[in-house]
């Protein structure tokens, strides 16, 4: 099975911070990966596809990267509604999700 | 617009049994792969169980190998997860989800239904 981490598991942060998550796969899993932000009570929203291929909608700050293990998710300009948990999943081999970074208002 | 609409969830013994279901609308239902995902009480997000849009090719975590069945009724537009001998730890919000497929992602999900298991 593909193990998915994620980090940092918390993140704090500012309106108008840029902040950076990573998520690191066990094995090589090309860009098969996606990012989703999940709010408190509500489903997940897939933000970015295929590592780097932002969804319709979803604003220009987010932003992500990388390939084979090692991959980020960049938010440029925090928002207010940026304060979020955020997951990313891989989609290689079967669908494994990281372990969340919770991402909260300094 | 595309909506997935689970029902199903509730509290129920160790042992016991559920099914949920996971009525969709706004797409065309029999052409997509679907799958459940749930979410313990302040945990995060579990990859439970796939099936093919024609409901072949299931797959399924270990922890629910022999428990869980996923099924769908393509007819009627509705997935289902029929869960048997719960334990405490099967506890979670259940989410149906849609696989979209080429380029990857669940992109359309369910609101959650609450799974309690306890005595």
């Known amino acids: 099975d593909i193990q998915m981490t994620q980090s940092p598991s918390t993140l704090s942060a500012s309106v108008g911070d840029t902040v950076t998550i990573t998520c690191r796969a066990s094995q090589s899993i090309g860009r098969w990966l996606a990012w989703y932000q999940q709010k408190p009570g509500r489903a997940p929203k897939v933000l970015i596809s295929?590592?780097?291929?932002?969804?319709?909608?979803?604003?220009?700050?987010?932003?992500?990267s990388g390939s084979g293990t090692d991959f980020t998710l960049t938010i440029y300009s925090l928002q207010p509604d940026d304060f979020a948990t955020y997951y990313c999943q891989q989609y290689s081999s079967y669908w494994t999700f990281g372990q969340g970074t919770k991402l909260e208002i300094k | 617009q595309e909506q997935l609409v689970e029902s199903g969830g509730g509290v129920v013994q160790p042992g016991g049994s559920l099914r949920l279901s996971?009525?969709?609308?706004?797409?065309?239902?029999?052409?997509?792969?679907?799958?459940?995902?749930?979410?313990?009480?302040?945990?995060?997000l579990e990859w439970v169980t796939f099936i093919r849009n024609d409901g072949g090719n299931l797959h399924h975590i270990e922890s629910v190998r022999g428990r869980f069945t996923i099924s769908r009724d393509n007819s009627k537009n509705i997935l289902y997860l029929q869960m048997n001998s719960l334990r405490v730890d099967d506890t979670a919000v259940y989410y149906c989800a849609k696989w979209r497929g080429y380029p990857g992602a669940f992109d359309v999900w369910g609101q959650g239904t609450l799974v309690a298991v306890s005595s």
């Open chain 2, 22 to 44: 996971c009525a969709a609308s706004g797409f065309t239902f029999s052409t997509y792969d679907m799958q459940w995902v749930r979410q313990a009480p302040g945990k995060g």
């Open chain 1, 50 to 64: 295929q590592a780097s291929t932002l969804e319709v909608g979803v604003p220009s700050r987010f932003s992500g």
